[in-house]
């Protein structure tokens, strides 16, 4: 299904360095029944677009504050994201 949300605007054969993006993700958001509830989560994983492995880091500290999350989001979400830079979305808390 299309939702055309997209418009393609011209064409660049070369997206330019993405070294320095990075994502971030957590496995503490898989909670069972009855684990206590969690708002902060201490045990995160960041990543590089290509990354073989996920590098575990434990608190975001530093730059690893700024990281994008790393699950696919809806196209809504996104365009939410780019007007406003938030999400429109529950994530988890790391502060």
């Given at each position: 299904m299309k939702l055309f949300l997209?418009?393609?605007v011209g064409?660049?054969?070369e997206v330019g360095d993405i070294k320095h993006i990075i994502f971030r993700d957590t496995d503490e958001s898989d909670?069972?029944?009855?684990d206590p509830f969690l708002e902060?989560?201490?045990?995160?994983?960041?990543?590089h677009i290509g990354?073989?492995?996920f590098k575990d880091i434990g608190k975001l500290r530093g730059k690893n504050?700024?990281?994008e999350i790393g699950m696919v989001i809806n196209p809504y979400s996104i365009v939410?994201?780019?007007?406003?830079?938030?999400y429109n979305f529950y994530y988890l808390g790391f502060e």
């Open positions: 997209w418009e393609k064409s660049i054969p909670r069972k029944e009855g902060v989560f201490h045990k995160w994983y960041v990543w990354d073989d492995d504050r700024e990281t939410h994201r780019i007007k406003t830079g938030e």
